[in-house]
């Protein structure tokens, strides 16, 4: 199928500990991935991409990791801030296709 | 502000009214999307455009759906007899084809159907 999921809907950290959001997408042909934070009233704004070429990607305070072999993808942040406070989706482009395909969303919530 | 720009930020409207949303785009992105989202979920493909021509559109588009973006510029999506299960986010991305996938989306439509 073309499915993306995540394992957790919801995910509390301190501030200034690490974030890892997990992801599991089940199509084999897809050869690109997305991050995107959402805050509430506002539209999905892009974090960081990967390829399927690649196994990770570093952006300032984020990681993406990709794993093909079991179709995770996570996106680590670190030294979580209250401003990173979000839903994170991930989403995957199919080969061949133009459009992405979203997963359900995980809620970060950071607390002092 | 060179972002995505959508209006209205919210609609109101009764079952069984037309209801019409505006996009646009970033200016020098050719190609135009449209996605739905409702509460807790993940954006839903409806639809896209390469400059004027609508390439691709979901089994999610009904046919009291419809989108134009007749001078590969601004988009309009039009929803004739809404329904309550048409109350969502509606969102419009836009990217240039040739730098990858990468959407950069609207801050969205709220449409609530009474």
């Known amino acids: 199928g073309e499915s993306v999921g995540l394992h957790l809907p919801t995910l509390s950290v301190q501030e200034g500990d690490n974030s890892i959001i997990n992801c599991a997408y089940s199509n084999s042909a897809s050869d690109y991935f997305i991050w995107y934070k959402q805050e509430s009233g506002k539209g999905p704004q892009f974090i960081i991409d990967i390829r399927s070429n690649m196994d990770k990607r570093q952006g300032q305070r984020v990681t993406v990791l990709l794993n093909k072999t079991v179709k995770h993808l996570s996106l680590q942040i670190a030294a979580t801030q209250p401003g990173d406070s979000a839903v994170y989706f991930c989403a995957e482009n199919i080969g061949n296709t133009d459009k992405l395909i979203f997963g359900t969303g995980t809620r970060l919530q950071v607390f002092p | 502000d060179t972002g995505v720009s959508q209006n209205p930020r919210h609609k109101i409207t009764k079952r069984g009214q037309n209801v019409t949303f505006r996009c646009d785009p970033i200016s020098e992105h050719n190609r135009l999307y449209w996605y739905r989202q409702t509460l807790g979920q993940g954006p839903e493909f409806l639809t896209y455009?390469?400059?004027?021509?609508?390439?691709?559109k979901s089994r999610l588009l009904s046919d009291r759906f419809s989108a134009e973006r007749p001078k590969g510029s601004f988009s309009t999506l039009e929803i004739q007899r809404t329904e309550q299960g048409d109350s969502a986010m509606y969102l419009c991305?836009?990217?240039?084809?040739?730098?990858?996938?990468?959407?950069?989306f609207g801050s969205g439509t709220q449409l609530s159907v009474l």
């Open positions: 991305a836009s990217s240039f084809r040739g730098s990858g996938e990468k959407l950069f």
């Open positions: 455009f390469q400059n004027e021509a609508q390439l691709e």
